[in-house]
């Protein structure tokens, strides 16, 4: 598996982020008010996961605060779930994170993503106060780690 840096102009990116979205409407309704921000368009940090040349799983960071990067679009096929995948891509962010010059990584999530919840507790992420507009979704989790 190889991992590597891109941006959101990436057609494999989008197309694993079209994945996401259907299986994010699978757990949570299309409706979902967690799906406002799911927002793709100008993400200049993207990683994804590669295996024999083809993307099997993504990820983002974008700029929150002056010392805070947000992780965004975490993505595995799942088919590939429970191979360290998303722990290979979470760890590249956190990696372009700090080179970056930014100290924390935060996120969202919504409470239907059992497999996303396992990984960011085995990778120390904590639960936070729930952040700017998701003060007012009742399903949403907020998760940091200080890097």
Same mark, same amino acid.
Not at 77 to 93: A, D, H, T, W, Y
Not at 115 to 137: P, V
């Given at each position: 598996?190889?991992?590597?840096?891109?941006?959101?102009?990436?057609?494999?990116?989008?197309?694993? %982020?079209?994945?996401?979205? %259907?299986?994010?409407?699978?757990?949570?309704?299309?409706?979902?008010?967690?799906?406002?921000?799911?927002?793709?368009? /100008?993400? /200049?940090? %993207? %990683?994804?996961? #590669?295996?024999?040349?083809?993307?099997?799983?993504?990820?983002?960071?974008?700029?929150?605060?002056?010392?805070?990067?947000?992780?965004?679009?975490?993505?595995?096929?799942?088919?590939?779930?429970?191979?360290?995948?998303?722990?290979?891509? #979470?760890?590249?962010?956190?990696?372009?994170?700090?080179?970056?010059?930014?100290?924390?990584?935060?996120?969202?999530?919504?409470?239907?993503?059992?497999?996303?919840?396992?990984?960011?507790?085995?990778?120390?992420?904590?639960?936070?106060?729930?952040?700017?507009? #998701?003060?007012?979704?009742?399903?949403?989790?907020?998760?940091?780690?200080?890097?």
């Amino acid at each position: 598996m190889k991992i590597i840096r891109t941006n959101s102009k990436n057609p494999e990116f989008k197309r694993l %982020v079209e994945l996401l979205k %259907v299986d994010l409407a699978g757990r949570d309704g299309k409706t979902h008010p967690l799906s406002q921000f799911n927002g793709i368009s /100008n993400l /200049n940090y %993207v %990683v994804l996961a #590669l295996k024999k040349e083809k993307a099997i799983g993504c990820g983002a960071i974008a700029e929150y605060h002056f010392n805070a990067m947000e992780i965004k679009r975490m993505y595995v096929l799942p088919e590939l779930r429970g191979q360290r995948v998303g722990e290979k891509i #979470l760890s590249e962010l956190e990696n372009w994170s700090k080179e970056l010059g930014y100290s924390r990584c935060i996120l969202f999530m919504g409470s239907k993503q059992p497999e996303a919840a396992k990984l960011y507790q085995r990778n120390n992420y904590n639960s936070i106060e729930k952040y700017g507009k #998701l003060k007012t979704i009742p399903d949403s989790l907020c998760l940091a780690k200080d890097l």
